[in-house]
């Protein structure tokens, strides 16, 4: 017998999810399954779902042989988030299935059925081009802001020296720009520089 671990996921708590136990029970009912449910109440885009992290550390501690849920949309917060989860599911000998979307890649006789690898394999490799998309768009990103100056990383660190400057800068009414240009700063770091200071006096 099968131990399947449900997962069931609302976004707003004026929504219920007995329609989502109900039809889980009953699908795993209908195969012999026992079933052991794992639920959020949290929109899908959430990282931390406590419901999920549950049902994945009992994924992990061998104690599920099946996860099921109503829709993928239920469970992954992206296509890549998804896919690893996937991958993670398959790399642990776990099946998953989608009761209404005909999704089930639970090997029967030691081997996962035809539509189900071909499933597997096309989100594989759309996931993969998401993340390349997306790795695409950050280096252009940067390319960007480097090429309007803007400076990138770590703020740098302000020496006392430059604090003293700063200050005196200040005193003498030069605006923020000028004292960061006198000082190698930018007018914000001059400002934040500023602020600190009168903290401490205060």
């Known amino acids: 017998m099968k131990r399947a671990a449900g997962y069931i996921r609302i976004s707003t708590t004026d929504q219920t999810l007995e329609g989502q136990a109900a039809e889980l029970t009953a699908y795993c009912e209908s195969r012999g399954w026992t079933l052991e449910l794992f639920q959020d109440v949290e929109t899908g885009a959430a990282a931390g779902r406590p419901g999920l992290a549950k049902m994945m550390a009992a994924v ?6 099946v996860v099921i849920c109503v829709k993928l ?8 988030h998804f896919a690893a989860m996937l991958h993670e599911f398959q790399s642990l000998g776990v099946g998953l299935v989608c009761v209404t979307q005909g999704i089930d890649t639970v090997a029967e006789a030691g081997r996962m059925n035809p539509a189900a690898h071909f499933f597997v394999t096309v989100l594989a490799a759309v996931a993969e081009f998401e993340r390349e998309l997306i790795r695409e768009r950050t280096i252009d ?28 800068g200040h005193r003498q009414k ?13 007018a914000s770091t001059v400002m934040q520089v500023l602020r600190a200071a009168e903290r401490r006096v205060a």
Do not use: F, Y
Request: zero cysteines; glycine letters at 10%.
């Open 60 to 65: 992990r501690r061998r104690r599920i042989d």
């Open 73 to 80: 949309d239920r469970l992954g917060r992206s296509l890549s």
């Open 141 to 168: 990103g940067l390319k960007a802001a480097r090429a309007r100056g803007s400076r990138l990383g770590r703020p740098p660190k302000v020496t006392t020296a430059q604090q003293e400057q700063i200050i005196e």
């Open 174 to 186: 030069h605006s923020l720009r000028v004292i960061g240009r006198a000082v190698g700063l930018s």
